[in-house]
């Protein structure tokens, strides 16, 4: 990594943490915010576990590798059948976690480094563990308490038969059957685990209590939420089947018309939900979790008048290929564009394969993301995926719009993917009869500091190991031993941040693609100047004369840009 001293950047200022860089821009249309996947972040009480109090305590290097915004995974009570995704209680804290005082201090704290906090919702479905579902099972068929839930009776023999041929995201049927004191038999909808029955949206109780839950977190100081499934709430009348072609489909909202991805019915809630966060005299801040069939249905989402942003899963799970890439960014910055809303980019996050690894792997001409795909892909090559990720890093908090970065990829963490058969937790591992080993690989707990695991995520004194095992091989990764290394991944996640924070030409904006740049190169410049080139051949690419290196995601060698690697120029 190259670039000039720090006195040679007139315009950089020190670091600040006012959320709004440039003018009137909403602190959200250009923000960087963190992952923070809990339980994998920072163990504070020494049960392996991450938590609230490791989080507080880790605060300091967040702020210091130069963040906007922190995204916090669920921290709610529950049976965490799919890592707290099955939330029993919206108003509370997981006791793993911590409590709802030590919550309310993380807020204040977090507000007082001058950062915003988003939390996760997770409003398709609840824990069977829920007060509501315990009470619609003891009200039996017909009951007012059923309704907040998607009972149906089952289909052929004495109701033996799910109501329809939907399937879970997870695997198996997305319908579990409860029998009846009486014998009757009655089935309730589940996408995912049977631990987390589908609620009914159109029911009005259901829409006015979690709309009383967004005004409890709201109250309480949070920023913004990431609302997880937001695609899926809104079911079609009478439940139709699936075609043929569609039960390929699962977990896609690729087909038009799926009876449950992406329905226009779930526009009219995020609309009600919007103007909740419009009562504050600081207005609070959606980001949904979207998949839409492309960016134009996308756009659909983040509307005027409905959610703010939308994760860019168009540009996640683009190969690393320059053609590809180019389409998935113009793709997005035109579609969010015509609805006034800005993009958002992001490379990994708690649900897919990490993309050092993805980028260390034969890249497909389509866009793939899960695990097993990828082990079918060939070999993976560290050395040429933490190559690629550099320079996609470089690339992401160059573009226009806010970026979202997942714990532990400023280390260049790669997806472990030798985790014991025994170690894994994530539900799909079981439901899928141990053909699919789920997402527990990105999930790994942070190595923060030592020579042999748990790496400093639980304190020193702790006889619990983490949750699940770390690899050996990153006591070289650590954040110990890479701060300080301008040659590191997390120095180089540190230095672009600061760029990005100061450069006039960095957050909210435009780009200008450069047309005499060749196959196999991305190259833009933002005024003013400022230029950003992504070299995707092998070979080493000729720099332009003008202007001086700012950053480099590898080190140059008499002005050329090696094959896989990025570099930001001033013009």
């Known amino acids: 990594m190259t670039g000039l001293p720090d006195p040679a950047l007139p315009w950089e200022t020190p670091q600040r943490r006012d959320g709004a860089r440039r003018g009137a821009v909403e602190w959200w249309h250009d923000a960087v915010c963190y992952q923070v996947y809990l339980r994998s972040f920072a163990d504070g009480n020494g049960d392996g576990i991450g938590d609230l109090a490791g989080l507080r305590r880790r605060l300091p290097y967040l702020f210091e590798l130069g963040v906007d915004a922190v995204w916090v995974n669920p921290w709610y009570p529950s049976p965490m059948v799919d890592g707290g995704y099955d939330v029993s209680d919206y108003r509370n804290i997981d006791p793993l976690f911590g409590s709802l005082p030590e919550a309310r201090a993380l807020i204040e704290e977090i507000h007082a480094l001058g950062l915003r906090i988003l939390i996760d919702l997770v409003p398709n479905h609840t824990s069977s563990q829920h007060p509501w579902f315990g009470e619609a099972l003891a009200g039996g068929p017909g009951c007012v308490e059923r309704d907040r839930f998607i009972f149906r009776p089952g289909r052929g023999?004495?109701?033996?038969?799910?109501?329809?041929?939907?399937?879970?995201?997870?695997?198996?049927?997305?319908?579990?059957?409860?029998?009846?004191?009486?014998?009757?038999?009655?089935?309730?909808l589940h996408l995912f685990a049977p631990e987390q029955p589908d609620l009914n949206w159109n029911n009005a109780e259901v829409r006015r209590e979690f709309e009383s839950v967004l005004r409890f977190w709201f109250d309480h100081g949070v920023d913004g939420i990431r609302i997880d499934v937001a695609h899926a709430m809104s079911k079609a009348p009478g439940l139709p089947d699936l075609g043929p072609a569609d039960i390929e489909l699962i977990g896609s909202a690729a087909h038009p018309g799926?009876?449950?991805?992406?329905?226009?019915?779930?526009?009219?809630?995020?609309?009600?939900?919007?103007?909740?966060?419009?009562?504050?005299?600081?207005?609070?801040?959606?980001?949904?979790?979207a998949c839409a069939r492309n960016p134009e249905r996308l756009s659909r989402y983040v509307r005027s008048g409905e959610l703010?942003?939308?994760?860019?899963?168009?540009?996640?799970?683009?190969?690393?290929?320059?053609?590809?890439m180019r389409t998935a960014i113009d793709s997005s910055l035109t579609t969010m564009g015509a609805v006034g809303a800005p993009a958002t980019w992001v490379l990994s996050n708690h649900d897919v394969v990490r993309h050092l690894t993805r980028?260390?792997?034969?890249?497909?001409?389509?866009?793939?993301?899960?695990?097993?795909?990828?082990?079918?892909?060939?070999?993976?090559?560290l050395e040429l995926g933490t190559r690629r990720a550099r320079a996609a890093a470089l690339l992401t908090l160059a573009l226009p719009g806010c970026a979202y970065l997942y714990q532990g990829e400023e280390l260049g963490l790669w997806e472990v993917e030798d985790l014991p058969d025994e170690a894994l937790q994530d539900p799909i591992w079981q439901r899928s009869g141990h053909t699919y080993r789920g997402r527990d690989g990105c999930r790994v707990p942070m190595p923060w500091s030592g020579d042999t695991p748990p790496f400093g995520f639980s304190p020193d004194h702790a006889g619990s190991d983490p949750w699940l095992p770390q690899p050996r091989e990153w006591n070289r990764l650590t954040v110990q031993v890479q701060q300080g290394d301008e040659r590191s991944m997390l120095e180089l996640y540190r230095r672009a941040l600061r760029i990005r924070r100061a450069h006039p030409a960095l957050g909210s904006g435009s780009l200008l693609w450069d047309p005499t740049a060749g196959p196999g190169v991305l190259s833009f410049t933002r005024p003013p100047g400022f230029q950003c080139i992504v070299n995707f051949r092998p070979d080493p690419l000729r720099l332009p004369e003008h202007g001086g290196v700012l950053l480099s995601s590898v080190p140059l060698d008499s002005g050329r840009l090696p094959g896989d690697a990025a570099v930001w120029l001033t013009r």
Not at 161 to 178: C, D, E, K, M
Not at 308 to 324: K, S
Not at 359 to 381: C, E, I, M, N, T
């Open 308 to 324: 703010h942003t939308a994760f860019n899963f168009d540009y996640l799970t683009t190969p690393w290929r320059a053609e590809h």
């Open 157 to 188: 023999p004495g109701g033996g038969l799910p109501p329809n041929n939907w399937r879970s995201v997870f695997g198996g049927s997305a319908w579990t059957r409860v029998v009846e004191p009486d014998g009757m038999q009655e089935w309730y």
């Open 258 to 289: 799926h009876p449950h991805w992406d329905r226009e019915g779930v526009h009219e809630i995020f609309r009600g939900w919007r103007a909740v966060a419009d009562s504050y005299s600081e207005p609070r801040v959606f980001v949904a979790e």
């Open 359 to 381: 980028y260390g792997r034969p890249q497909s001409k389509s866009q793939v993301h899960d695990l097993a795909d990828h082990l079918l892909a060939g070999p993976f090559d």
